[in-house]
Structures are given as C-alpha cells and as structure tokens.
C-alpha cells in the first residue's frame, strides 16, 4: 500500500508509524503490528491506528523520519511484516518454557533496538516475575546485557566495583569508599544513578563536587590516571537493556529477581570488574527486610558472580536509620567530606564506609585477610583517600581545593521540634526522604534533612527533632508543614493523635 | 508544579500528558505514573517523559484538553497522584491471590475509563494467561463486562442468540439463522463482527445488504418489529472492556480462556439473551483443533451461562474445510441468498445452518424437542426464512427486494488450474482466506474465493480448483500471483516443488 507522507516531528522512543483505521483494516494490520517501509531499506515499524491521521495518509514519528533520510519522502510503500522472533519467545516463557542463550539474546537485542512495544515489555518483565529464571537464564541474561551495550576494557587488572541494592536514605559512603580503595593503587571506575523517587543518589552527590557526565572511553582514561571516577551511569550505553526493562517494571511495582539480579551484575560485568563487594541494606523500611532474604539474595548474587568470572561478596549492612546523619546533596556532601577532612562524624558512616572499603581492599590484595578494615581506617586518618578524592574531583573537571565548609546547604531553614520528652522509639526512613524531596531534594542541591535525632536518642520538649534546609522558601513552607502534620519520628509519650468528641447536628 | 499549557492536538485514547523529563525530575514522577490537574476537578492523567516538551510546561494530549473546558487554560498546577488501586490488584494476581469482585470490577472499570496504561493492560492479560482465572472470577469478570457498557432490556422473553467462534472461513450461517428463528415467533438481535484477519465477518456480509451500524436503542427497536437484527457490534457501547483486552491481546497472540469465556457470554448478557446457541468449528486449521478440547470450551461456556442465568448449547461443528463454497462478502451473500430463494446450494451451509437454527427452535419453545431441525428446513422451503429476512433487510434501512442474482462478485476474474488429475487431498483454509485477502476482501465486497473443488472431490488437469474474484485488476494480479506461487489445494499426484541442479559460480 502507497500512502502519502504526514511527518510527525514526534518522538515515540521507537520506530512507529500512525495508520488511519481504515488503511490497517485494508492492510490487515492492528495495533502493534508491524509494517516494513519498502524502499527504505526495508525499515520495520511499529504500527498505531487512529482517526488523527487521514485515510491514504501515514504518520511517522520523527525517529522514523530521521531514518528514511534527510528530507522525509513524499510518498511510502507499506507491507504487512511479523512481528520479531522475540514476541514468540516471550510467548514461550508464557508457556512455562526454557529458553535458550540465543533466544534471550534475541529479547534483550530487540528491547535495545525499541523493536519491543510496551505490551510486549510488560509481558516479558510481568512472566518473569511470574515463573522466575533458572541459573542459565538468569546467566544469559546477564550476558546477553552487557553485550548489547557498551563494553569497558581496561588492560591492567583487577578492576574492583561496589554496588548497593539501595533503599536507605543518607547512604553517602562511595564518597569514601571509592578515593580509599584508589588510594591504595587498585583501579575503582564507579558508575552511578541520580535519585528517582530517593532524596540523592550517588551521582547526584558528586554532581555536587565535579561534572559526573563521561562517555565509557574517558571513564577508562580518568581511572587510568587516578585511579578511580564517580560518574552518572546514564551518560553511557553501559546495559542499556536495564533502562527499558525498567520502563516496564516500574509503573507495575514490580522488580522480578531474575532482572534485580542481572541488572546489578551487568553493569559491573560491562566496565570489567574482577571484584564487587554489594552492599544489602537490612531491616524495616528498605528492599530487603528480613536477613534471610538478605542472605539469598547475596547467594544469588554470589552464584551469578562465578558463573561471570567476577568475585563478588555481600555485606548485609544496617539499613532500618539512615546512613549518617544529612540526607540530600549538598547536606550529604558535607558531612562525607567532613569525615575525610577531619575524621569527625557519625559512627554509622565511618564504619560501614570503612568496612565495605576493607572487604575490596582484601579482594584485590591490597590488604591481608582481615587486615582490610584497618587499611581503610588507615587509609581515612593519613588523608591519603582526602588526597585521593581530591585527585578525582580534579580529573572530573571540579575544583580539588573544596573544602566541606565550602559546601553550603540551603539558606531556608526549620526545625521540627521535639512535642514532648523522652527517646526516639520510631524513625520513618520514607517520610525523611518524602520531607527532603518536598524541601527540594533532589533537583535543589542545598535541600535535605539534618537529623538532631537518631533512633534510640534522648530528646527534651522542644529540641528539633530535624532541621530541614531548602534553596526555596515555598518548598520549606511545604515540607515543613508536611513534617508537622505527620512526624516523621515519633517520641516515647507524645500523643500521637487527639480524638475530640464531635457532636453531629 | 505549576506549568505552562502545550495543547498537543493529538489523541492518546486516554488521559495523557507529556511532562519534560527535568520536571518530570522535580515533582519525582516517572513515565507510567500519574498526576492530578488541580483546580480542574483534579482530574488523574498518565504521565509520559520527554524532551519533546521544553521544562516548565506540560504538554496536553486532545482529549484531557477537551476535558480541561472549551478553551486549554494558560497554565495548569500538577500534583503526583498515586496509581489506581486496580494497579494493585493486578499485582496480586501476580501473586497468586485470587481477586474478589469488587477488585475484579474496579479493574475493568478503569480500563473501561482508559485510565489503565498499556503496561498495566499487558500485565493483566499475561498473568491472566499464565495463572487463569476461577470459575467465580470469571462469572465476576463477565458481569464486570456487562455492567461497566450499555445493555438493553427487553419486554418480552424469551431472548435468543447466536455466536461463533470464529476460525473457519465462508460461515456465513448467521445470514439463515437469525431469519428462520425470527421467522418462529422468536426474538433474537445479534450483534456481530467485522473481519479484521478474516475475509468476511458477519457484519461485512449484512452491510452488503443493508446499514449495519445501530446504537442499543435501535437495535431493541427494530428487533421488538421484526424479530430480528444483524449489525455490527462495533457501534454499540456493548461490553467496551472487550475491546480493549484485545488491544493487548492480539500483539501477544494470546486468548486467555478466562477471557475468551467472559467476551464472549457478556456480550450475550448485555442484550438480554435467555438462550444462547454457540457454534465451536473444530479440526485441523481452526481455534479448536480437537474434540476433547471442543467439549472443555462447550462445558465452561455452558456453566458461566447458568451462572449469569442463561442456557447455552454448544454445537460442535466441522472447521477443517469452508461452509459452502464462498468466501468473501458479495460471493457468500449471494450464495447465502440463493440458499433462501430456492433450497439450491452447499449442503454444508444448509445442514450448519437449520442445525444451529434448530437447537434454537427447541431452546426458545418454538420446536418440541428433536424437532427443531425439521422445523428449521420447513422455514426454510416454505420461503418464510427469505421473507423474514427481507423484513429485517427493510427495517435496516436496505432494499427488501433483493435477489441473489443481483450481488455481483466483482469483475475482474481468473482460475487457479488443477496442475495434475486427481483427488483433492489438502485444503488450507488459511491460504484461501490470505488469497481472499489479497483480492480485497473485505473492503472491496465483490473480491473473494470461489471454492470450485473441495477436499475429496475429483479434479482434471487444467480445471478450476479455486476462481478469484476482485473489484480491482492490481488486486487480482497479487492474488493470482500469490496462489500460483504456493497452491492452496493440493492435488493428489501433483509435483510440490521441482528442485532442480543447479551450478554456483
């Protein structure tokens, strides 16, 4: 069928096509069919029906339209075409049967390359999360992840990697992690995310300090020369699978143990890591509350690992209270550079910082058996790893001369006071991070909370509970009311609520 | 937020709008979520994320404009909103939990609503797929359908109707049906299809006669007169959930049997049927290729029918070749017309027909029990069928003095010719429907397939296995082309294919 041209100037993220009602049913095809553009080297599209567009007359997306040429054509030649092997395979895992490396090669391959539709995404996260994957799917998928993205080869080895399954606020400690084990002559090439529905992610803090933007080549060249960057993952094309899937997974709250798995062990696999040490917040309130759970996931992990050609260990960590005591960037930042300036800080940085630190300095035969711990304090006092940041803040493009007074939190403050005596009996990770975010986190670097009181603590009526900082006074307004009018902490004795006896008329 | 109104003039099907993916950043949404429009009777829209957009305004497909008022405000305040509960309980059917009514409801009257997105929608049909349903959530599911569309009330009862499965092309059958049992007494307004894979559906085949598009309203009207309707169900707001399953089935070729079950008898439901008669084509090439497989279909149907208080009969009927000896809309109106006119034509139709008409007769009351056949072919001889259904004919809006002699198939004509003498041993339903197809079927009403041998019959070299006729020369070419270049019919003793030596340079 020859229909005239209507350019969209849309993107649609893939390449699709706009028929009118009428010409699908005259072509045969329905909604999410495709069609081959003939002449045009044979380009497959994914077709939408609709009256938007005229009778005789095709829309096309402006992916599309970039791919027929320079100036789009008047004129395209449509024909029907089947849909990818990989709706089949899907179809198969539907049916409760295994697939093969090549088949879940040709799945990932088609969902890198937008040949996949929503539908068809959902249907393959959603069978995942029904019937789960073996050992070898699980394997195949990690592989076929890296290899359908970028790859980073480094040419002197090891190359040590951290991760964290995440799910605990204030968790700044790649900030020291990362310069102490570079400072210890092992290569360290960290890449990270922005916080989404989070108060800061690792990315976001260093942005705070130096650009975080590198393609995979320059991450390779900075890493080489000091040892170690801190950079935003999604400024590569490292695994890019795990982006889409995500699309899918995310509006269905869903996270299949299968995709958690290979999406964490490709990207350490696509930067060549030979040791990864993860780290698996525990407790109420985070992604993995029980240590059962904790400790199948670090098997899983483990296994996947070896089968990779990667050594990998699992630190469950306490994940129940935030990590220090600052949670959104600037806030963050200070306190993880106070730390390394001047050895001054929370006891749950310094520790879990040092002991996750300590694991991969044993891995890469930095440190002996049991000596690694003590080599990361080390590493802390003598300033080497401040030294260390410094080198790689520079190597980013940031200012090495920074200092944690430098980093200012936001001019607009208030505190959320204590209503009554007495200890700190809850603490409410998601309501601090909810407070953050409505102050301004992530987007507004001095936005965050500063907690005056930790779980267990002793407080006295009035004393703030929390100081919460923004650059904007409307979003201070907001987040303190929010704070008030539900405590994110709550204080043995304090009355929780008042029930008033209402007469009705 | 507040943000600056960019009216897309573009329709989503759903309430869409398009957030720029800094904002999207800031308010701490993700594609897939939603927000509500305040200060416009917060009404809930999807979110997509892009760079379309610039930051700091939102872009607003056509129908959440309309919905904004007659002129798009200037700007609009967004808050993030949570998803819909129905997004919940897909997951917990994820899970394995069984779903109550209530939950299964407030799932179809969201998709209903378009406030599902397509992940969500996919979701639902795979896990229905995967996990199926109980008999009481497909009961719950089938009511959902019926209440969440318009349903029409008769007067009197009782309330008959008729459905096929489908999967067996020139099953024209509806065309006898509905007049002989109309023609006793009996009311029966069917809804019906359009092909869209097919090479006729019933409604194309009744559009060549007379209108076939009616609201509820007008279909209770002229039944209530004549007796009887064919119209196409694509016009009416009956069961709408249906609609949209497909939209997420058919990209995954999927049929959940929950759904399958459930589209089917709430389409019977929301027009008041009392007795329903449900024709399953079985054998090689159709939906149901074995009778034990035939029976199961015919055991649920017959149980959420006593469910929803309806009686149904199945009747397992012969698929693995075409009723008659047509297919497509003029060649099988004619030959159906024929049939009324003057008792000449296939036995197949004749039998399937009076067959399903007469397990009607005797399920309404008209016929004594195994008599419903004879009285079948007795309406039939005596021309009260014909008359019956050049009344409906009228009261549709055609011309009730239509005579098989005046359908034309169309002009342009050519013959596939036997290759060999012999028996016709295979006979491929599906190739004849794809040539069909190809001729213009069913867009152009006189293109189609004239079947001059069928399976077991008898044919010289040089004779006519099939006649193609097309409305369109171009049409006929492709169509010849295609059947010569792969023979739907094969011929005892014919050559498959010459392989010949042949020498690579």
Chains 1, 2 share one sequence.
Not at 61 to 90: A, D, H, M
Not at 162 to 185: C, D, E, R, Y
Not at 478 to 502: F, H, T, W
Request: glycine share 10%.
């Amino acid at each position: 069928m020859e229909l005239k041209v209507q350019p969209l100037q849309i993107k649609a993220g893939k390449y699709k096509v706009v028929l009118n009602t009428e010409d699908a049913r005259e072509l045969g095809v329905h909604a999410g069919d495709r069609v081959q553009l003939k002449d045009h080297s044979y380009l497959t599209a994914i077709v939408e029906t609709g009256d938007m567009i005229p009778a005789g007359t095709v829309g096309v997306y402006q992916e599309c339209c970039e791919k027929l040429g320079k100036v789009c054509p008047l004129t395209i030649k449509l024909v029907p075409t089947s849909r990818p092997n990989s709706v089949g395979f899907i179809k198969k895992m539907m049916d409760r049967q295994k697939l093969t490396q090549e088949e879940i090669y040709q799945i990932i391959q088609d969902m890198v390359r937008e040949n996949l539709t929503e539908i068809e995404l959902a249907a393959f996260v959603t069978t995942s999360y029904i019937h789960g994957m073996t050992s070898d799917e699980v394997e195949w998928l990690t592989r076929a992840m890296i290899d359908t993205g970028e790859k980073i080869e480094f040419d002197t080895h090891p190359i040590m990697d951290k991760h964290s399954i995440g799910g605990v606020p204030g968790n700044k400690i790649s900030l020291l992690v990362v310069p102490i084990v570079a400072a210890n002559g092992l290569l360290i090439p960290k890449t990270s995310s922005r916080a989404i529905t989070g108060a800061a992610g690792t990315a976001d803090l260093m942005e705070v300090l130096a650009p975080v933007e590198f393609t995979a080549e320059e991450i390779k060249t900075i890493t080489e020369k000091v040892g170690g960057v801190i950079t935003w993952g999604g400024a590569t094309n490292i695994a890019p699978a795990d982006d889409r899937l995500i699309r899918a997974e995310y509006p269905l709250s869903i996270d299949p143990r299968s995709q958690l798995l290979a999406s964490i062990m490709a990207k350490k696999g696509a930067v060549g890591a030979d040791c990864v040490v993860i780290d698996i917040p525990t407790g109420i309130g985070t992604k993995v509350p029980t240590m059962d759970e904790g400790k199948k996931l670090a098997r899983d992990l483990i296994e996947l690992g070896e089968r990779l050609g990667m050594k990998v260990e699992c630190a469950m960590t306490y994940g129940a209270s935030p990590v220090g005591r600052t949670v959104g960037p600037a806030l963050e930042v200070r306190e993880a550079l106070k730390v390394l300036e001047t050895m001054q800080g929370p006891n749950s940085l310094i520790e879990k910082s040092t002991g996750l630190a300590g694991i991969l300095l044993e891995m890469g035969g930095a440190a002996a058996r049991d000596h690694g711990k003590e080599l990361a304090m080390e590493t802390l006092r003598s300033g080497k790893a401040l030294n260390k940041l410094k080198e790689i803040i520079e190597a980013q493009g940031g200012n090495p001369n920074v200092t944690h007074t430098d980093i200012n939190p936001g001019e607009h403050r208030a505190e959320l006071a204590a209503p009554a005596d007495g200890y700190v009996i809850e603490f409410n990770n998601k309501r601090i991070v909810e407070i953050a975010r409505l102050a301004g986190a992530p987007t507004d670097d001095g936005a965050g909370v500063w907690i005056n009181k930790k779980k267990g603590e002793i407080v006295k009526r009035g004393e703030p509970l929390i100081t919460i900082f923004a650059d904007k006074g409307w979003k201070l307004t907001n987040a303190i009311k929010n704070a008030e009018s539900d405590y994110p902490i709550i204080v043995e004795g304090m009355l929780l609520e008042r029930v008033q006896s209402v007469r009705v008329i």
